[in-house]
Structure formats: C-alpha cells, structure tokens
C-alpha cells in the first residue's frame, strides 16, 4: 500500500509515525511544501523574545530523523498543486528545480494546516510587517529585530500569539502597542474575565486600544479605523487562522459549517480512503456536539494519530474538543475549556455563573489568587465550562476541569474530589472543591447567586431590592456598589429585623465568601428571596469599567 501524506508538520508527522507502526510494508511518502517539519511552533514567541536561544530546539526532528527511524520519506520544498481524487493522483511541484510530476497512491491523509488572516489593511506587505505562522517566520521576525532594532511595535489582534507577542517583544526592550477590533482583548474569554488580562498587560506597561481596527500601514505609522495615529517601526499580524483547503475544495471534498474540511469521528472525509487531519479539519464539540473550529497543536497530534491508524485498517475515534486553550501573559496565566458565559447561552442553557476568587495554595506558603469563572447547567449541574486567570497554579486546575467537563461531571460531583493536599500545593479545600460548594448551593441548595449584569437589570425593575455591603466601614467608604448600605458581617444580626421580608436582598463583599455568610444568616432567619453578588465587590468594579466603555462607544 502507499501512503500519501500533505503536510508534515504536527498531524501529518504524527499519521506517518502511526502508519508506520501499524504497517512495516506500506511506503510512506510525505509532501511538504515549507523547510521544515515536525516543529514547535507554540514556542516561537520565546525564541523572539530570546527565553530559547537556539531556534533548533525547536525543530528537533528532520526528514532523515523519519527515514531511519519510520522509513517514512519526507519530500520538503515540494508543494502539492492538485488533487485527482477519480485518479487518486497529485500533481506535485518541486520548489527547488521548478519540476512539476504526478504521484499516485492508495490511501491519502491531508494535513494541509492553516494559514494566518492578513486583514486587508493598506500596507500589510511593507517589510516590517509580519505574520508568525511557521518557523521561517520566526526567523524573518528575528533576523528584523535583531538588524533593525525597532524601539516601537504595534500587534494586531490580540489571541495567544498577539498576548505571547506583546510579553517577548516587551521583555526585548521594545515599546508594544496592541490593537483589537471586539471591545476586549483575549477574544476567546468572557468580557469580565477578558478585562483582568488587559489590566495586567497595562500593569506591565503594554498599550491596550480596543474597538478599533488598523486601516493602513505606512513606514513609521498605523493609522486606525478610529483616525489614532500610531508609531511603529514592527507590527505583527495577529488576527487568527483559517484552515487550508484549497485542495480538498477544488478536489471536490466536502466542507463543514465552519470552512474546515468536514471529517466524521475517524478522520474520513467525505471521498473514500481520503483521511484529513490537523488545523485543516473541523472538530466537534464535546459539551453541546455541534461543528467547531478549534485549531491547536494538541488535537493536530492526537487526529493525526487517529488518521494514522485507521488509515492502516484500525478503528480509533475522536471524542471531540472542549476548546482547552492556555497561555501566559508575562507572570499571569489565562485558561479555559469548555463554554463561555455567551456561549452557554447561544446554545439556549438556562446557567448558573460563578465567580471564584480564591488563592492557589495558603498565604503563609506564598498563594497567590485566582479568579476562577464556571459555568453550570442549571437543570441538574452539568459543568460547561471554565475560565482561571492567576499567576500561579492555574494549569493544573484547568486540567481537572477538563477531565470534569469531558466525563459529564456535575458541580455537585466537584467536592468529593479527593484532590492532592498539602500546604506548597493547595489550600485545605482547593478552589476547584470551593467551586463545586459554590455552584451547588446556588443551584440546588437556595444559596443564588446574582451577577453584575443581572443587578443592574433587577434595579431598573421598579422591584423592592436592598443591597447590603458586608465589609468594614472602611472599605464600604472607599468604594461599594450603587444603592448600597453598609451592614457589616458583625453586626448583621442585630441589624436584620429592620429588613423587611417582602424586599429582595442583595448581599456582598470583596470577593463572595462574607457576602455568602451573610446571605446565610438572613435566609436562616426567613428571608424569603437573598442573592449574593458573584465575585463580589471586585468583580462587580471590572464590570462597571467595562459598561461605562461600551455606553462611550
């Protein structure tokens, strides 16, 4: 049998290894047009910024890495020009020497990748403009810096290679900029978790222009859609990816809703003994089954692995994505998987929505905090999703969400977790038990929660409502909520039969627990209708930023 392979990075590497161990006779040819393969590109943004000194750290494998070890023979500077799916031929075009031939084969896989959006912006092929999508970018880029020392950069877009960007680019001495169209920076976030990572970019003294676009690009400025001006002496385009199916199109194989190729769980696509897998596919959604796109080095391996396989007479199927995404924003981290908050609700989910603030291991052992936002089915307590920003122990949360989420865990299921406890690690009950305590008594045990949003709604309501303020006097003058009064936790008690029980209360403090305590005394003493406001005083302060913005724009 020969096998074909288009594309020989992160998935087509990864079939070509997992033919190769399913069959020792089949011949194994994989085309890739670029000059390098099999390469780290989640890395390249340190390598710029000079965290990795050797850029060959991250291509440690080449074609004869393949040959000795797979006998898989990887043909670079060769890009595949057509597809005869009724000949099953591709026309194939050495970069090199200019020659055009045919190959054939008995079973293809296509892992064609992506390729990075250039906007069409006025100016976007200037040379001190870039894109970084493979590692011959990354040299471009670096090559630039290093002759041309640029004191100023502006980033276009701001998803992890615009974030990741702004962090090196920073730490190289340069002045960064970052411009994004959507009223938030970190797209893939909700809005109030968004406005954490851009406070901390400003922190670290990163630019932060939102609701705007760049227009045209000159030799020393950006011009905005907005008519802000700009100087720059390198801008990078960071404005996403769209998967490469030009091929596949023309050949005639099916797309799905999102533009990828359509794939069903073993990696087939639509033409008989024609597998895709990698950044060129769509996925599916492991929470609500419907088509995504979700391009990440991660599940190119693991569908490369499966096409591999199958493609060799074996039965391995993908189980979805949650759209799992971590990165690190100088020392902040930022991670999610699953549904948003506007996701949830696009899909139609009656949620409940938690705002956790807790740090990842004790004070005394240096814990630092998170902000932990969950999203629940209110029905019966599935979690959807997950979102963590924090400096610290961020990573390993996230992943027992994932796990959470992928097995249909419920919020209820979360503090019986017998999670890893000691005080370098963890506090005695972690934040992701403590998310579990606080999802399931909004749910299920007459503790709701009330977030920013929905307050603002329920004061213009014309209803009764009273907001009480749980903290010391102090804090209440510094700052508090529109509309409240100051009822500290200590005096609560003596306080309450001034509160009429036909009068919907709102309780809070700085971060949720006080507040919850306090929403605990009045409901114990026949309140009828007590809220706390999620995430508290803090979460509910980003949110007022966040509203007096979009009312400007």
């Known amino acids: 049998m020969r096998i074909l392979v288009i594309g020989a990075v992160a998935a087509g590497t990864s079939a070509a290894a997992k033919a190769r161990r399913n069959d020792e006779e089949a011949e194994i040819v994989i085309y890739e ?108 880029i670096k090559r630039y810096i290093n002759n041309r020392s640029p004191k100023k950069a502006v980033i276009v877009g701001t998803g992890f290679i615009g974030l990741e960007m702004a962090e090196n680019l920073k730490g190289l001495g340069i002045e960064v900029t970052m411009v994004e169209l959507l009223p ?44 802000k001006r700009l100087d720059a002496d390198l801008v990078i385009l960071a404005t996403g990816v769209k998967p490469n199916v030009k091929l596949a199109e023309e050949a005639g194989i099916l797309l799905g809703e999102t533009g990828a190729i359509r794939v069903n769980t073993f990696m087939e696509t639509s033409q008989e003994g024609i597998y895709a897998a990698g950044d060129c596919i769509e996925q599916y959604h492991v929470v609500t089954g419907k088509p995504v796109y979700r391009p990440l080095g991660s599940t190119a391996n693991k569908t490369g692995r499966i096409a591999g396989n199958n493609i060799t007479g074996g039965s391995l199927e993908f189980r979805g994505v949650l759209g799992t995404g971590i990165y690190k924003v100088f020392d902040l981290t930022v991670a999610q998987t699953g549904l948003t ?48 920003v924090g400096p610290e122990g961020v990573d390993k949360r996230i992943d027992v969400f994932v796990s959470l989420i992928t097995f249909g865990a419920k919020v209820q299921d979360l503090v019986h977790l017998d999670l890893a406890y000691a005080p370098p690690f963890s506090t005695t009950k972690d934040p992701v038990m403590y998310t579990g305590m606080i999802q399931e008594n909004a749910i299920f045990g007459n503790r709701p929660l009330m977030n920013s949003d929905k307050l603002d709604e329920l004061m213009a309501s014309g209803k009764k409502v009273r907001i009480i303020d749980t ?6 003058g510094a700052s508090h909520v529109d509309h409240a009064e100051n009822l500290p936790h200590g005096v609560i008690r ?41 995430g508290g005083h803090k979460t509910y302060t980003r949110y007022r930023l966040l509203k007096k913005r979009s009312e400007k724009k």
């Open 33 to 140: 047009k670029d000059t390098h393969i099999s390469y780290s590109g989640c890395g390249m943004p340190y390598y710029i910024g000079g965290e990795i000194e050797n850029g060959e750290e991250l291509t440690p494998r080449n074609p004869e890495f393949f040959r000795n070890k797979y006998n898989v023979n990887i043909r670079t500077e060769h890009e595949v020009l057509k597809l005869d799916k009724e000949k099953k031929e591709l026309t194939v075009k050495n970069l090199v020497t200019g020659e055009v031939f045919t190959d054939s084969y008995d079973r293809l896989i296509l892992a064609t990748g992506a390729r990075s959006v250039v906007p069409p912006i006025k100016g976007a092929d200037n040379e001190h403009v870039f894109t970084l999508r493979n590692i011959n970018d990354m040299y471009k």
């Open 184 to 227: 938030q920076v970190s797209p893939g976030l909700d809005p109030d978790m968004a406005i954490l990572v851009e406070e901390h970019l400003e922190k670290k003294g990163v630019r932060v222009i939102t609701g705007t676009s760049a227009r045209e690009i000159s030799e020393r400025n950006v011009f905005l859609s907005d008519e």
């Open 341 to 388: 908050e506007r996701e949830a609700l696009k899909e139609g989910y009656e949620i409940s929505v938690s705002h956790n603030i807790k740090p990842d291991r004790p004070a005394y052992m240096g814990g630092k905090e998170m902000t932990i936002k969950s999203v629940a089915d209110r029905k019966d307590g599935r979690l959807l999703g997950v979102q963590i």
């Open 471 to 476: 903290r010391v006097e102090k804090q209440f």
């Open 494 to 534: 003596e306080k309450m039969k001034d509160l009429p029980k036909d009068t919907i209360i709102i309780t809070y403090c700085n971060k949720g627990t006080t507040g919850n305590a306090v929403q605990n005394i009045l409901l114990n003493r026949g309140l009828k209708e007590v809220y706390n406001l999620s």
